[in-house]
């Protein structure tokens, strides 16, 4: 089993040295250049300049390029222009915010969405199965930044019942996060507990099609014996995939939905670090987030292959 | 002595020395109410707090009630002593001397002295973004820990007025701060609020400093300087980006003020008695610049024919949903050195004229790129609506949005073919005056693109004339002689003014419009 | 743009048909199809917008980038069926003429997907040699948050509607590839391939004649959801301020002008909000109902 992690882990090697070529190649492809969005709107063209020369952006291509592996070779992902800062510390900073926000997320979705899913499968063909796969038709339907948007407009402006935007560390102050969460959160799992309810559905039917769970009910176990004993436990397969793709989703959806409610995550981050050209930060933070992007996928195959014997490496 | 008191006079330092002689006047500003936590919606995200390598608005918005300076403007942009008591200037104009205030600590406890402040001018000559400032500059010393002195190494009549400039002022930091990296610096500053908390991306904190000592040669906060005093426990800034967020939590009282808000909303706030509206006046100079380096945007006839066809009204309107000011020039009316001269080049609206002059140009229907971004929705706007006016007038004209950064690399390309007008506004320079205003205009660098970067001959002779010339009268003179060149030879096409509206809770009590949101003498009526 | 990485999902577990189908004649299926109540409701969703996009230089009478300042803020009802935005332009107008933009890049972004996604996919599935580097590749796209790297793509290359498609594309090519190399996979080893090759047939009428058509299912479903998440990703990167060029009508363009004004004037976002979802509803739909008939394997009774 360890042997098969390291040989996961080492595969992952050649993958994040690409993603590093590409964001390093397609940064300096982008037009524009950090002095400008540095300098911000009132700056004189002379202070532009002077930022320019200051940040050493003159240099060639391969120069930088090497300078950038060397640091890596280190352990140093470099410094931020915008935040003045190291990578590492201004990611670490904000990864909390971010996996506190998409915990958050998680629990709901896997609440509606297992909820719904069992529900639809055990009521086959019933109007509560017809509705929770309409719930989860929508969900999967609607633009995640859209109802965002039209919750602010609900929520917040008309019957003000939670807070525009912001957000509180949890740490600080757990009913505050709880307020400020809430929204980003219910916006992020939407889609998502769309797509595993749907899945649970078809898997929890699938399954109860199989002979043991016909043999089950023909020796007259209970009906709550076979959902949670046999049926459930076979569905968790196909879920616990489901769910890996999920987690992997989450930085997508941060992007989008840290920008629309102001929560200073790792998706603005980065948003703002591509769209301000702060190279370094684009450079060691998307590294980061992919590197851990993809120790989630190996954490979930582990996992995997523990729930299901059958399943093994070759 | 007489020559030194002439110049500190027309630099309005007098007020600063005149003080013993002033009539005792009332008591100075103390809080009718102490106490409570004002929440600021800030529209933009600020990164870094080193108010010495940022000219970013957001980030003055919080560090200038940080940080104080030497020298700095009042509320009508005239120059005042701040942390200096009195500033001399030598009869010959070759040396400065600063006689520091007494008793002012840093918000780390530790006195304030001429250490600090010669550190902190060191730094800014080593990173500080306008460090040009320093240029005529031959040298600083500290001669005793009360006195500063700065040595020139040629005259230079506009120094205390660049010396005094906000866009990115040369604050004074500890001197253990002064090897801090660009960016990075340590939020150490002498003014009535110290910072407390600072998430870059959500919010900054700032709470009262005890140890504060007002400037007592004033009865009232005025501009960025005077008599200061922190009535409010504690500022948090928070940064909500969307408008509408913002207004929501102005009205629930989630927020005690904001800034930006549309104009849309500003009908709607108005009923809302628990409310206060402050329109800012003269925010910015909307303006969109002509690339002279390239036909056919380098001949007179056709940039003036498009001068012709502009109307300024529906420019402003579409800019700023309505709330503006029509405006001649690179000034504002209630400022010192406003003029209209070149004011027949202005809002013609004249499709037929335009039509007229397009002909003499000889244009045969290029396609002309009209350049903008969506950063800012004000320039998209504006240049949304001069595109529909263009094509009135029989131009060819296309827009290409980019982002900001890329807009500004395009538009300071030498020679660029990519665009025909650039869409900018022109916020914190025209404030400052007229002298920060028309160096947008002068070469190097001069926004008008010039073939080479060389500027027009004419233009660039009027800008050393407002800056060497060694009476105030004969610069402003020079000023008008350069905007009137400019606007006739039709180098940039100013729009007008746009208002930018604040508002606060209607407790909140003593909040003024500003450049930026001053906390200091505001209070929250109980 | 969440939503892009749901693909994956939805045909992992399509996977390739267990055994070759009986190639049962077309008509049949398609009368299966329009038996198919969810198929039948997400045609007519998405017929209606489609249509509507179609139709638009004649349904529409106002020019969607006319500004009228003093028409600005209209509310629906009245002159303007569906009210003007802040620039007084007709939201009818730019929602239908959006209507059409977005159909036109879903269909890029699916053509792009059918034909480089199947060769890329076919060509690391069939030939063992150049699997690893192009599986390292696509992993390497895939590692990264797909709307970031949409961002950066549309950075890179400027703000228009080809490069929108194009960035679409990079993003979901690898996703569509990593699934015909799946079904390849599996067929190459079926008895009947094996028969072929021993026969002598050359590789690319084996891939021609007896892959791909039995690859083709699993492919339809998953083109059919992949529009969807074109459509939605055109409609975040618009609003995100990296579609097409504004003005033109996108409703992620319209959305995100309308931003500022969704509390005072909140029909400027809600009415291309709804457009978008109308269209993402039907072609889920119409999705699933071809995945309950093509697909017989994941069918479940309905």
């Given at each position: 089993?360890?042997?098969?992690?390291?040989?996961?882990l080492l595969?992952?090697?050649?993958?994040l040295?690409l993603?590093?070529?590409i964001?390093f190649?397609?940064?300096r492809?982008?037009p524009g250049?950090?002095a400008?969005?540095?300098?911000?709107l009132?700056?004189?063209?002379?202070?532009?300049?002077?930022?320019?020369?200051?940040?050493?952006l003159?240099?060639p291509?391969?120069?930088?390029?090497?300078?950038?592996?060397?640091?890596?070779?280190?352990g140093d992902?470099?410094?931020?222009?915008l935040?003045?800062?190291?990578?590492?510390?201004?990611v670490?900073?904000r990864?909390?915010?971010?996996?506190?926000?998409?915990?958050?997320?998680?629990v709901?979705?896997?609440l509606?969405g297992l909820?719904?899913g069992?529900l639809?499968a055990?009521?086959?063909?019933?109007?509560?199965?017809?509705?929770a796969?309409?719930?989860?038709?929508i969900?999967?339907?609607?633009?995640?930044?859209?109802?965002g948007?039209?919750?602010?407009?609900v929520?917040?402006?008309?019957l003000g019942?939670?807070p525009?935007?912001?957000y509180?560390?949890l740490?600080?102050?757990?009913?505050?996060?709880f307020r400020?969460?809430?929204?980003?959160?219910?916006s992020?799992a939407?889609l998502q507990?769309?797509?595993?309810?749907?899945?649970?559905?078809?898997?929890?039917?699938?399954?109860?099609r199989?002979?043991?769970?016909?043999?089950a009910?023909a020796?007259?176990?209970s009906?709550?014996?076979?959902?949670?004993?046999?049926?459930?436990s076979?569905a968790?397969?196909?879920?616990?995939?489901?769910?890996?793709?999920?987690?992997?989703?989450?930085?997508?959806?941060?992007?989008v939905?840290?920008?629309?409610?102001s929560?200073?995550?790792?998706?603005?981050?980065?948003?703002?670090?591509?769209?301000?050209?702060?190279?370094?930060m684009?450079?060691?933070g998307?590294l980061l987030v992919?590197?851990?992007?993809?120790?989630?996928?190996?954490?979930i195959d582990?996992?995997?292959?523990?729930?299901?014997?059958?399943?093994r490496?070759? | 002595?007489?020559?030194?008191?002439?110049?500190l006079?027309?630099c309005?330092?007098?007020a600063?020395?005149?003080?013993p002689?002033?009539?005792?006047?009332a008591?100075?500003?103390?809080?009718?109410?102490?106490?409570?936590?004002?929440?600021?919606?800030?529209?933009?995200n600020?990164?870094?707090?080193?108010q010495?390598?940022?000219?970013?608005?957001?980030?003055r918005?919080?560090?200038?009630?940080?940080?104080?300076s030497?020298?700095?403007?009042d509320?009508?942009?005239?120059?005042?002593?701040?942390l200096?008591?009195?500033?001399?200037?030598?009869?010959?104009?070759?040396s400065?001397?600063f006689?520091?205030r007494q008793?002012?600590g840093?918000?780390?406890?530790k006195?304030m002295?001429?250490?600090d402040?010669?550190?902190?001018?060191?730094?800014?000559?080593?990173?500080g973004?306008q460090?040009?400032?320093?240029?005529n500059?031959?040298?600083?010393e500290?001669?005793d820990?009360?006195?500063f002195v700065?040595?020139?190494?040629r005259?230079?009549p506009?120094?205390?007025?660049?010396?005094s400039?906000?866009?990115v002022?040369?604050?004074?930091?500890?001197a253990?701060?002064?090897?801090?990296?660009?960016?990075?610096?340590?939020?150490?500053?002498?003014?009535?609020?110290?910072?407390?908390e600072?998430v870059?991306?959500?919010?900054?904190?700032?709470?009262?400093?005890?140890?504060?000592?007002?400037n007592?040669?004033?009865?009232?906060r005025?501009?960025?300087?005077g008599?200061?005093?922190?009535?409010?426990?504690?500022v948090t800034?928070?940064?909500v980006?969307?408008a509408?967020?913002?207004?929501?939590?102005?009205e629930?009282?989630?927020?005690?003020g904001v800034?930006?808000?549309?104009t849309?909303?500003?009908?709607?706030?108005k009923?809302?008695?628990n409310?206060t509206?402050?329109?800012?006046?003269n925010?910015?100079?909307?303006?969109a610049?002509?690339?002279?380096?390239q036909?056919p945007?380098?001949?007179?006839n056709?940039?003036?024919a498009v001068q012709?066809?502009i109307?300024?009204?529906d420019?402003?309107d579409?800019?700023?949903?309505?709330?503006?000011?029509?405006?001649?020039?690179?000034?504002?009316p209630?400022?010192?050195?406003?003029?209209?001269a070149?004011?027949?080049?202005?809002n013609?609206?004249?499709?037929?004229?335009?039509a007229?002059l397009?002909?003499?140009s000889?244009?045969?229907g290029e396609?002309?790129?009209?350049l903008?971004?969506r950063?800012?929705p004000?320039m998209?706007n504006?240049?949304?609506?001069?595109?529909?006016?263009?094509?009135a007038a029989g131009i060819?004209?296309?827009?290409?949005?980019?982002?900001?950064?890329?807009?500004?690399?395009?538009s300071?390309?030498?020679?660029?073919?990519?665009w025909h007008?650039?869409?900018?506004?022109w916020?914190?320079?025209?404030a400052?005056?007229?002298?920060?205003?028309?160096?947008?205009?002068?070469s190097?660098?001069a926004?008008?693109?010039?073939?080479?970067?060389?500027?027009?001959?004419?233009?660039?002779?009027?800008?050393?004339?407002?800056n060497?010339?060694?009476?105030?009268?004969?610069?402003?003179?020079?000023f008008?002689r350069m905007?009137?060149l400019?606007?006739?030879?039709?180098y940039a096409y100013?729009?007008?003014?746009?208002?930018k509206?604040?508002?606060?809770?209607?407790n909140?009590?003593?909040?003024?419009?500003?450049r930026i949101?001053?906390f200091?003498?505001?209070?929250?009526?109980? | 743009?969440?939503?892009t990485g749901?693909?994956?999902?939805e045909?992992d577990?399509?996977?390739p048909?267990?055994?070759p189908?009986r190639r049962?004649?077309?008509?049949?299926t398609?009368?299966?199809?329009?038996?198919?109540?969810?198929?039948?409701?997400g045609?007519?969703?998405f017929?209606?917008?489609a249509?509507?996009g179609?139709l638009a230089?004649?349904?529409?009478t106002?020019n969607?980038?006319?500004?009228a300042?003093?028409?600005k803020?209209?509310p629906?009802?009245?002159?303007?069926?569906l009210?003007?935005d802040?620039?007084g332009r007709?939201?009818?107008s730019?929602?239908v003429?959006?209507?059409?933009?977005s159909v036109?890049?879903g269909?890029?972004v699916?053509?792009?997907?059918?034909?480089f996604g199947?060769l890329?996919?076919?060509?690391?599935?069939?030939f063992?040699?150049?699997?690893?580097?192009l599986?390292?590749?696509?992993?390497a796209?895939?590692a990264f948050?797909?709307?970031?790297?949409?961002?950066?793509v549309t950075?890179m290359?400027?703000?228009?509607?080809?490069?929108?498609?194009l960035?679409l594309?990079?993003v979901?090519?690898?996703r569509t590839?990593?699934?015909?190399?799946?079904s390849?996979?599996?067929?190459?080893e079926m008895?009947y391939?094996?028969?072929?090759?021993?026969?002598g047939?050359?590789?690319?009428?084996i891939?021609?004649?007896?892959?791909?058509?039995?690859a083709?299912?699993p492919?339809i479903v998953?083109?059919?959801?992949?529009?969807?998440?074109?459509?939605l990703?055109e409609?975040?990167?618009s609003?995100?301020?990296?579609g097409?060029?504004p003005p033109?009508?996108t409703?992620?363009?319209?959305?995100?002008?309308?931003?500022d004004f969704?509390?005072?004037?909140?029909w400027?976002?809600?009415i291309?909000?709804?457009?978008?979802?109308?269209t993402?509803?039907?072609?889920?739909?119409?999705?699933?109902?071809l995945?309950d008939?093509?697909?017989?394997?994941l069918?479940?009774?309905?």
């Open positions: 089993m360890i042997g098969v992690v390291a040989r996961r595969s992952a090697v050649p993958v040295l993603v590093s070529l964001t190649g397609m940064m492809l982008i250049d950090p400008a969005a540095i300098a911000g009132s700056a004189t063209p002379q202070q532009v300049q002077q930022i320019r020369q200051d940040l050493g003159d240099q291509f391969l120069t930088q390029l090497l300078h950038w592996y060397g640091g890596l070779l280190q992902l470099g410094r931020s222009i935040l003045g800062r190291g990578v590492f510390a201004s670490m900073e990864l909390p915010v971010t996996l506190a926000l998409s915990a958050y997320a998680l709901l979705t896997l509606i909820l719904a069992i639809a055990l009521k086959q063909n019933t109007v509560i199965d017809q509705l796969m309409a719930f989860a038709m969900g999967i339907s609607l633009p995640s930044f859209f109802l948007l039209v919750m602010i407009i929520f917040a402006v008309h019942w939670l525009t935007g912001g509180i560390p740490t600080e102050d757990p009913w505050g996060w400020t969460s809430t929204m980003p959160a219910v992020l939407l507990a769309g797509l595993l309810a749907r899945i649970t559905r078809s898997t929890m039917l699938e399954v109860m199989q002979d043991y769970i016909r043999t009910r020796k007259g176990l009906q709550r014996s076979i959902i949670f004993r046999h049926a459930l076979n968790m397969i196909p879920i616990t995939t489901v769910v890996g793709i999920i987690v992997s989703l989450l930085i997508s959806g941060a992007v939905t840290e920008a629309i409610f929560i200073p995550g790792i998706g603005q981050l980065l948003t703002q670090a591509v769209l301000n050209r702060d190279y370094p684009v450079q060691g998307l992919t590197g851990f992007l993809v120790l989630v996928n190996i954490g582990v996992l995997y292959a523990f729930l299901d014997p059958r399943v490496y070759e | 002595m007489l020559m030194q008191r002439s110049i006079a027309s309005g330092l007098a600063a020395i005149a003080l002689l002033s009539p005792a006047a008591a100075p500003f103390s809080c009718p109410s102490r106490g409570g936590d004002l929440v600021f919606g800030q529209e933009a600020v990164n870094s707090l080193d010495m390598t940022s000219s970013t608005i957001s980030t918005n919080i560090a200038m009630n940080i940080y104080e030497l020298v700095t403007r509320e009508n942009n005239k120059v005042i002593a701040e200096a008591e009195s500033v001399e200037e030598a009869p010959d104009r070759l400065y001397t006689r520091l008793g002012i840093f918000h780390n406890g006195p002295t001429s250490a402040v010669a550190a902190s001018f060191d730094r800014y000559k080593r990173i973004l460090r040009s400032t320093l240029d500059v031959q040298g600083w500290a001669p820990a009360a006195t700065i040595r020139m190494a005259v230079q506009t120094f205390l007025e660049a010396l400039s906000f866009s002022p040369i604050v004074i930091i500890p253990e701060h002064k090897d801090d990296p660009p960016q990075q610096l340590r939020p150490v500053g002498t003014g009535p609020f110290r910072i407390a600072f870059p991306g959500s919010h900054a904190k700032l709470v009262r400093y005890d140890g504060y000592k007002p007592t040669a004033y009865e009232e005025t501009g960025f300087g008599y200061k005093a922190a009535c409010l426990d504690s800034f928070r940064i980006t969307e509408s967020a913002r207004v929501a939590g102005l629930t009282g989630e927020l005690q800034e930006d808000v549309p849309k909303s500003v009908e709607a706030l009923k809302d008695s409310v509206i402050l329109p800012l006046e925010w910015w100079i909307q303006i610049l002509p690339n002279t380096a036909a945007t380098s001949d007179l056709f940039r003036k012709a066809a109307g300024a009204e420019v402003m579409a800019a700023t949903d309505g709330n503006y000011r029509l405006n001649v020039g690179f000034q504002y209630n400022q010192p050195t406003y003029t209209d070149g004011k027949e080049t202005y013609i609206n004249d499709p037929e004229k335009a007229a397009l002909k003499q000889g244009y045969k396609p002309i790129t009209i903008t971004n950063d800012y004000a998209y504006a240049a949304l609506v001069m595109q529909q006016q263009l094509q060819n004209a296309q827009l290409r949005v980019v982002d900001w950064p890329t807009s500004v690399q395009m300071q390309k030498v020679n660029s073919t990519e007008f650039f869409h900018s506004g916020g914190t320079q025209p400052l005056g007229a002298l920060a205003t028309m160096q947008f205009l002068a190097p660098g926004n008008y693109r010039p073939r080479d970067d060389k500027g027009d001959p004419d233009v660039e002779a009027a800008w050393r004339d407002m060497d010339l060694p009476t105030e009268a004969e610069r402003n003179a020079a008008a905007q009137k400019v606007l006739e030879r039709a100013p729009f007008g003014s746009l208002t509206v604040q508002a606060v809770r209607a909140v009590k003593n909040f003024k419009p500003f949101p001053r200091s003498n505001v209070w929250i009526a109980k | 743009m969440s939503e749901a693909l994956p999902l045909v577990l399509a996977g048909a267990a055994e189908k049962s004649p077309a008509w049949a398609l009368r299966r199809l329009f038996r198919h109540r969810l198929f039948v409701t045609l007519i969703l017929g209606i917008i249509v509507m179609a230089p004649w349904i529409t106002a969607p980038n006319r500004l300042m003093r028409n803020f209209l629906p009802g009245g002159d303007y069926i009210g003007t802040n620039f007709s939201l009818w730019r929602t003429w959006g209507a059409q933009l036109i890049i269909l890029s699916v053509a792009l997907n059918a034909v199947t890329i996919g076919a060509l690391a599935g069939y063992r040699r150049v699997d690893n580097l599986m390292r590749i696509n992993d796209l895939m948050p797909a709307i970031l790297l949409a961002i950066g950075a290359l400027g703000p228009s509607t080809l490069n929108v498609i960035a594309g990079i979901y090519i690898p590839a990593r699934i015909v190399r799946a390849v996979i599996v067929l190459r008895e391939v094996q028969a072929a090759v021993a026969a047939a050359g590789h690319w009428r891939l021609r004649h007896h892959i791909l058509p039995n083709m299912a492919m998953q083109l059919s959801f992949l529009f969807a998440y074109a459509v990703s409609a975040t990167l609003f995100l301020g990296l097409a060029v033109t009508p409703w992620g363009n319209i959305m995100a002008e309308g931003r969704m509390r005072d004037a909140p400027i976002i809600c291309p909000g709804v457009a978008l979802m109308i993402v509803l039907g072609l889920n739909m119409l999705g699933d109902g995945r008939v093509l697909d017989p394997r069918r479940i009774q309905q």
